[in-house]
């Protein structure tokens, strides 16, 4: 079975919440004027030593009244293939005040 590395869960973390960050940073003159989430997604592939590994799909979207960030990868080429690897995660949330 495969492990995952700090680093890698590091990555999936960073591509999951990345949409998030410009949105949290934002100063507060931008969220009078109308800064508000959208939806994203976005597919990413990653490599080891300049050998592609795997494919991720990272999105963020409405979900009712609140929001849902999801993330699934699975391997594509080499060892990752050969083992199965995927991984699919899955938050919801709700705006609590406007943030």
Known sequence: ?????????????LLLLGPLAGAA?????????GSELHPYSARYSISRNGKLLAQVEVSLG????????????????????????????????RLRDGR
């Open 1 to 13: 079975m495969a492990s995952w590395r700090p680093e890698t869960i590091g990555l999936v973390a």
């Open 25 to 33: 940073a934002a100063p507060a003159a931008d969220e009078a004027a």
């Open 62 to 93: 409405r979900d009712g009244d609140g929001w849902r960030i999801g993330s699934e990868l699975k391997g594509t080429h080499g060892l990752a293939r050969l083992l199965g690897v995927r991984d699919r995660e899955q938050v919801s949330s």
